[in-house]
């Protein structure tokens, strides 16, 4: 089934509670939070005591998008704060393989990252490792832009490439998601859906997570 992740980005940061479980009854079943150092992305949003206090508001996994360069510094702190999966940028790690293997020691569920001009088969080794693939759609930083067209091929390759090793890793994509985004992003294999500005942009996060959702799952076929 095709998952919907509320992407707290472009929620009111002053009521996050009420924004996220209006998002969890819209159908968002995972909770997409986004870190950013301003070093590695040109922009600063929050860390671990925001992902606690969120941890005491909702049951749902947070699934916490790490944009920032130094972060098998930060892995003990994001479990500590409640985390469930934490990914971790290709660009930004040195020692990829090390930092998915902290995630994990530390019980979070691990995934790496790719930005737009980073190629799908750099991850072909590591793949057996990862909970998901996280594919940017736009470059990362801000919630809003518009979807990278060739992000569809990334998607497509990596269900080719998991097929083709028998691997069971999800495929998530964030960026530009939304009502004329979403059919052809579902329909060239992608399991895990963020949406910042579709969910919460207009203001009414129930009903416009519940319209994204209705409309991914008709086109997967659910
Ligand atoms: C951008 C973030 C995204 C952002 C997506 O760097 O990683 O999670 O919230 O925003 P939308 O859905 O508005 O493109
Ligand atoms: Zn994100």
Redesign the pocket.
């Known amino acids: 089934m095709v998952e919907l992740l509320p992407?707290?980005?472009?929620a009111d940061f002053a009521h996050l509670a009420d924004e996220v479980a209006a998002a969890e009854r819209g159908g968002g079943t995972v909770i997409?939070v986004?870190v950013?150092d301003g070093h590695f992305?040109p922009?600063i949003t929050l860390g671990p005591p925001v992902v606690k206090s969120l941890r005491r508001v909702t049951g749902l996994p947070l699934d916490c998008?790490l944009?920032i360069e130094n972060a098998d510094e930060f892995i003990p702190a994001f479990a500590d704060a409640g985390a469930n999966w934490v990914s971790v940028h290709y660009e930004a790690c040195r020692h990829l393989h090390r930092s998915l293997e902290l995630i994990a020691h530390h019980g979070m569920e691990p995934a790496v990252v790719i930005n737009p001009a980073t190629r799908v088969d750099l991850l072909r080794d590591i793949l057996p490792m990862v909970h998901h693939v996280l594919v940017?759609?736009?470059?990362?930083?801000?919630?809003?832009?518009k979807?990278i067209e060739f992000s569809l091929d990334k998607i497509r390759r990596l269900a080719e490439l998991r097929q083709e090793l028998g691997l069971a890793f999800k495929i998530e994509v964030?960026?530009?998601?939304?009502h004329d985004t979403v059919a052809r992003v579902v329909q060239a294999g992608a399991d895990l859906l963020?949406?910042?500005?579709?969910?919460f942009?207009a203001g009414h996060p129930e009903q416009d997570a519940r319209a994204l959702l209705t409309a991914a799952r008709e086109a997967a076929g659910q």
């Open positions: 992407s707290i980005l472009s997409h986004d950013m992305v922009n998008h944009m940017m759609s736009v470059n990362p930083g801000f919630g809003g832009q979807f964030d960026g530009g998601v939304a963020v949406a910042g500005n579709a969910v942009g």
